[in-house]
């Protein structure tokens, strides 16, 4: 057999049991990209293990330590496949619970935040936008309806759209209202909902000088000298009659003078002038009506008065009120009203014709007095205290009553006049003691030496009888009606 160049040959020994063994044989180390069918020399194998092994750690240079580095998973690629699947890929997709970014940033965003249903953050702190251009904007259905800016450290808050308004809007009691309105087709004109209080003001930059009052200037208002009638005086403000003569003045506590510079009350009018003797006109109040008056139609002062709670109710009012209206004339009597748990109602009435009524409001005496209790009038000096009184007991009527002694001094009914009784049985019934100076019996006192005797039906001056008193006895008797 003939041996290539390369390889010699080696000594083949057998043993006594005639098992034989190569010896001396060396091969030769091939290329490591060498795949045929040549014999691999231990340096050969060597050399491509190294190469396989290359620069893998220490603890991961066997298959048993790859093995355990994969948790000696035979399924690894399956594991590893269904792991990868439950991850967010890098392209995007949909999420299937909270991302907590812990103490992160969320950085590098695209453009859009975008949100199927109503988009909330929640924050316990503060909560900051920050616009790398100075703007942030508003927007509705893809459309910008607002913007906030800043522009040399200015804040701005802008609507982009052409005379579109921007509208300040509040809850007022469970009621939506515009509380400011800005007119921007109207450049940007300014419309409060209700009262604007103001510790200052300021027109076009300035607030005027002392005197200058606020008018207009056709197109505009501005501060000028005080108007023809109407200038300002410190605290005051005052409107002057056509020849300047100062008749009312407003002071800074809003009390209103009429013919006085210092008020004292919210309305104080003073009059000056030569009447002497007889009344000075100094108010008067014109009550006019766009349909036709009938009786009980005139002018009304009402009072009110504030609760603690802080609510107003009527304690008063004093009333004019037509009683004739003819048509040609009208004559009004007086009502005077007084409050009853926020309610008023007449309790004295003076009529046209001078006629007075208390508890009534149609008198036709002088003065009627109408009551619903026993009292009805009183009067007192010092300790002496007097009265008339009315009942609707047995026999009714009414009295004087003297409250010191609790009794009826005199009391009248439809039978007559009761002294010292109050059920008087004839026109005078006296019960105690009279003390007359002089008597008149059907209209004579007798003549010297007569007698008031009983005529049986009455009593009546009659001579003495012969065997009577004698001429000149004095005689003291008692009467008792």
Known sequence: MAYSKNRR?????????????????????????????????????????????????????????????????????????????????LAGGTMSGAINMGSQNITALGTKIESAGALTIDTVGQFN?????????????????????????????????????????????????????????????????????AKNFKINGGQGSDGQVLTSTGSGVAWEAG????????SNTIIQSPDDTSVIHVNNSAEVGIGTSSPSSKLHITTNDSTTNAAVPTLMITNLSTGTTTTGFGGEIR?????NNGVN????AIRSIAEVNSG??????????????????????????????????????????VSTSSGILQMQRSSNI????????????????????GDYDIWFNSTGVGIGTESPTQALDVNGTVELNNLTIAGAQGSDGQLLTSTGSGVGWEDAPASGPSKGLAIAFSLIF
């Open 9 to 89: 040959l080696a000594a083949i020994v057998a043993d006594v049991s005639g098992n034989l063994s190569v010896e001396g044989l060396v091969v030769p180390t091939q290329s490591s990209s060498d795949n045929d069918t040549s014999a691999a020399s231990t340096a050969y194998v060597s050399t491509a293990i190294t190469n396989l092994i290359d620069s893998a750690p220490g603890t991961m240079n066997t298959l048993n330590e790859i093995a355990a580095a994969l948790n000696d998973d035979a399924s690894f690629n399956t594991t590893v496949t269904n792991s990868i699947a439950a991850k967010l890929p």
């Open 129 to 197: 936008l920050d616009s790398g251009n100075d703007e942030i904007h508003l927007r509705g259905s893809g459309t910008t309806f607002g913007k906030f800016y800043t522009s040399s450290s200015d804040f701005y808050i802008q609507h982009p759209t052409s005379d579109e308004d921007i509208i300040i809007r509040g809850n007022d009691g469970g009621t939506g209202i515009n509380a400011l309105t800005f007119d921007m087709s109207e450049a940007g004109a300014a419309t409060f909902n209700d009262v604007v209080d």
């Open 227 to 234: 108007v023809d009638g109407i200038t300002a005086s410190g």
């Open 303 to 307: 009072f009110q008065a504030e609760r």
């Open 313 to 316: 109710q009527n304690t008063g």
């Open 328 to 369: 040609t004339n009208i004559s009004s009597g007086l009502a005077f009203d007084t409050g009853t748990a926020g309610v008023n109602a007449e309790k004295l009435r003076i009529t046209y014709d001078g006629k007075v009524g208390i508890g009534t409001t149609s008198p036709t005496n002088v003065l009627d007095i």
């Open 386 to 405: 007097f009265g008339f009184e009315a009942t609707t007991s047995a026999g009714g009527g009414y009295g004087l009553y003297d409250y010191a002694s």
